[in-house]
């Protein structure tokens, strides 16, 4: 296992396994992974040059979503008038992270803690760390997040994988629920019918077995996200024409800090980890 700085000016690291393993990563733009390379292929899309202008959000790699996924319908904040309202997926994906290697374990740790910048919009004090194993066509992701604070601490979580695809049409979907909610217009529709159109856009939530697969009949490989309850929670995003899907890992739907539903609560001092993987397997 290596870790060297891969590109200077972007903060750029790349952690490798061999030659035709590895992956890329940026501590200062969210701790987000932008390349993912298994068996020699790229797995995930990434758009470079966005990336390379810090006024634009990114637009690909596996953004970090915390602490709470998708956006709240409130006119304020949530935690009252001397905060700010937390903005679509929250900060972590727009914070520096720190990150650190396991040599015994030969794997990746990013961890990200309060700050004068999180506490404009969120009153709690903690330490989110997320261990990237890095194996042959496979990442494994635990996630743990800690309380350090004397109340109770409300959170959600999740992962923004960006994949590349050969094309829309070359998309099959394994085993997903009939119906799932439609986030756009915020109803409930049938998900064979919904995935028709995703080459036009699609913006899909579904409660997931805690598997969710996908498989490119031209790239002729097949994706699978495990991600186990209580990060059951799948979201299906396409924005064509990016050649691309987003398969993503989410704990609670949107305005769970508002309305309750499937809110994670951590009791003071106390912790709550999650675990996902990501395998390919070749078709």
Not at 75 to 90: A, E, I, P, R, T
Request: hydrophobic letters at 35%; aromatic letters at 14%.
């Amino acid at each position: 296992m290596l870790i060297k700085l891969f590109n200077k000016k972007k903060g750029i690291y790349i952690f490798q396994l061999d030659q035709r393993n590895y992956i890329k990563f940026c501590p200062k733009r969210g701790g987000v992974i932008t390349n993912w390379v298994s068996d020699g292929n790229e797995i995930l899309y990434f758009d470079e040059k966005r990336f390379m202008d810090n006024t634009k959000s990114i637009r690909g790699g596996i953004p970090i979503l915390f602490p709470i996924c998708g956006n709240i319908n409130a006119s304020s904040s949530v935690f009252g008038k001397d905060y700010l309202q937390l903005m679509q997926h929250g900060f972590a994906r727009d914070l520096h992270w720190q990150y650190c290697f396991n040599d015994s374990e030969k794997s990746l740790c990013l961890f990200l803690n309060e700050s004068k910048k999180t506490k404009k919009y969120y009153p709690f004090d903690f330490e989110l760390r997320i261990e990237v194993t890095l194996k042959i066509n496979c990442l494994e992701f635990e996630i743990t997040i800690q309380n350090k604070t004397d109340t109770v601490m409300p959170i959600n979580f999740g992962l923004h994988p960006y994949f590349n695809v050969s094309d829309f049409k070359n998309l099959d979907f394994i085993d997903n629920p009939i119906n799932c909610q439609e986030q756009e217009k915020n109803i409930l529709s049938n998900t064979f019918y919904e995935l028709k159109k995703i080459n036009l856009g699609v913006d899909l939530l579904m409660y997931t077995s805690g598997k969710s697969v996908f498989r490119d009949k031209v790239l002729k490989r097949q994706v699978t996200l495990n991600h186990p309850y209580p990060f059951d929670l799948g979201v299906i995003w396409s924005d064509p024409p990016r050649r691309m899907i987003c398969l993503e890992p989410w704990t609670s739907p949107r305005n769970a800090f508002v309305d309750g539903f499937r809110n994670i609560i951590i009791p003071s001092n106390d912790s709550q980890k999650f675990n996902a993987s990501i395998q390919i397997k070749s078709l």
